[in-house]
T-cell receptor, first 115, second 112 residues
Framework: GAVVSQHPSRVICKSGTSVKIECRSLDFQATTMFWYRQFPKQSLMLMATSNEGSKATYEQGVEKDKFLINHASLTLSTLTVTSAHPEDSSFYIC???????????FGQGTRLTVV | GENVEQHPSTLSVQEGDSAVIKCTYSDSASNYFPWYKQELGKGPQLIIDIRSNVGEKKDQRIAVTLNKTAKHFSLHITETQPEDSAVYFCAAGTGTASKLTFGTGTRLQVTL
């Protein structure tokens, strides 16, 4: 399958600071990337969908000013958690698909801990 | 919106036995049903998928069946091995909407 690389795999940050997570499609061009959040022993909750060159579409209840998403190229999307708080601690996962109807491949996830 | 239910939440089988995980979905417009395997601390890995124009698909020890009328689909793993132990998620989506709705996950434990 296609390779999606997510960086960093783990990050610890102080409350009030911002953290950027990168998601790259290594061997294909991703027209659409998705960002998910996963709490321990729970399912994946979609946060937002981003299409290259346009604004992200956020799911209900997700603050777009807190979770900034940029999809500037066909191989890179970034999620920035702004003014992080302990309740933002979670496992964040991106996925990418090359075209509508195409398979979605996931990155390895980022464990964010806000202290 | 779409709602996907998954059962069981935990499943323990002996090595060599078969494992079956079942999902139901609510949106009749859904036409794409992937299954993912997630190991601890890692992102989900696509293991098999099926589209609504197919009733069954098989890949070595893994098979998926789809009943569009009843709106349910199942994952079958035969000859289970310890390395099959993981959390498995089903998902449903439509090609045009692009996004997937995930089930709640099944923790599969294969014991020796």
């Amino acid at each position: 399958g296609a390779v999606v690389s997510q960086h960093p795999s783990r990050v610890i940050c102080k409350s009030g600071t911002s953290v950027k997570i990168e998601c790259r499609s290594l061997d294909f061009q991703a027209t659409t990337m998705f960002w998910y959040r996963q709490f321990p022993k729970q399912s994946l909750m979609l946060m937002a969908t981003s299409n290259e060159g346009s604004k992200a579409t956020y799911e209900q209840g997700v603050e777009k000013d807190k979770f900034l998403i940029n999809h500037a190229s066909l191989t890179l999307s970034t999620l920035t958690v702004t003014s992080a708080h302990p309740e933002d601690s979670s496992f964040y996962i991106c996925s990418a698909r090359a075209h509508q109807g195409g398979k979605a491949f996931f990155g390895q996830g980022t464990r964010l801990t806000v202290v | 919106g779409e709602n996907v239910e998954q059962h069981p939440s935990t499943l323990s089988v002996q090595e060599g036995d078969s494992a079956v995980i079942k999902c139901t979905y609510s949106d009749s417009a859904s036409n794409y049903f992937p299954w993912y395997k997630q190991e601890l601390g890692k992102g989900p890995q696509l293991i098999i998928d099926i589209r609504s124009n197919v009733g069954e698909k098989k890949d070595q020890r893994i098979a998926v069946t789809l009943n569009k009328t009843a709106k349910h689909f199942s994952l079958h793993i035969t000859e289970t091995q310890p390395e099959d132990s993981a959390v498995y998620f089903c998902a449903a989506g439509t090609g045009t909407a692009s996004k997937l709705t995930f089930g709640t996950g099944t923790r599969l434990q294969v014991t020796l």
